[in-house]
């Protein structure tokens, strides 16, 4: 692959999971900046905060109490955006599919990684978020069965930056009838791509990432982390699993370790790459749950961190916001300082 060309001029990358161009300008990283500097605050050193609604024993806004649980704990969000039986009604004022409107049900959850309210995914041991995973995969399982529920979207918001304001380490779980954007643009990628090539979109997009290796961050028997090469965020991460596999299901137990060995890599990397407590929003991608075999989806995971220096972060704005996404620095880079990063976990965050 000849780079060359690009490395310095204004480009355009596709993304084939969704279609979309991302415009790359290596240049503008060059620009002198005046704008808005952050402050990334780190995470906190008490183990047990009694204000939390996440530790173990407290007392929920909804007046109710958290068990004193040991490891993982999931319950229903109180204020739950999705819930499952609403009424089934929709409207098309006109008939030309101009004012449309659906109810949507669907169900909220969150995740409690750990009873301890100081840690994160780096700094918990690898047994700890193998545990993570376990229940990642059963509640993929258990929600996708529901006839309701046709995707199961999981993320965590890692950060005050991305707009979490509790630093207890949890994700959420948003699961619901219809399939969401993104996941249906992936869908009908990867869907077009097999029904082209009859071969899986990310299983061959691998490949070529394998021969090439300069976006690849690090890797285990069982996943691939890399800048993708049609990277929007400065130093967005895709993790694949090596061998196909549409969800968290068929994953063996030493699959789910290698799962929780990447993230604990990943995860470290980030915090290490400016020495700040790295604020993110990561989600998984599996198939939809909506009763179709999908051999065509392959299961992969997102870091989208808004983060381009220590104190520098990316604002989605005028251009990117009237047009498309775009970045400064190339993948390339992005992955090559990401590689040099160390992954020996640091006390201080
Ligand atoms: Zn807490
Ligand atoms: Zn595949
Ligand atoms: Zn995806």
Redesign the pocket.
Known sequence: MDLEHFDRLTHRRLNPLTGEWVLVSPKRAERPWQGQVESVTGPTAVT??PA????PG?LRANGVRNPDYGSTFVFTNDFASLEPDIPQRSIDEGGRALVVAENEAGTCKVV?FSPR?DLTLPRMSLKEIAGVVDVWADEYVGLGALPCINYVQMFENRGEMMGCS???PHCQIWANQTIPSQPRLEQDSQAAYRNRHGSCLLCDYLQVERRAGIRIVCKNDSFLALVPFWAAWPFEVLLISQKHSRDFAPFTPSERTALADILKRVTTRYDNLFGTYFPYSMGFHPAPTDGEPHPEWHFHAHFYPPLRAATLRKFVVGYELLAAPQRDFTPELAARKLREASEVQQDRF
């Open positions: 047990y905060d939390c609604y996440l530790c407290n409690c309210h509790n630093p207890h």
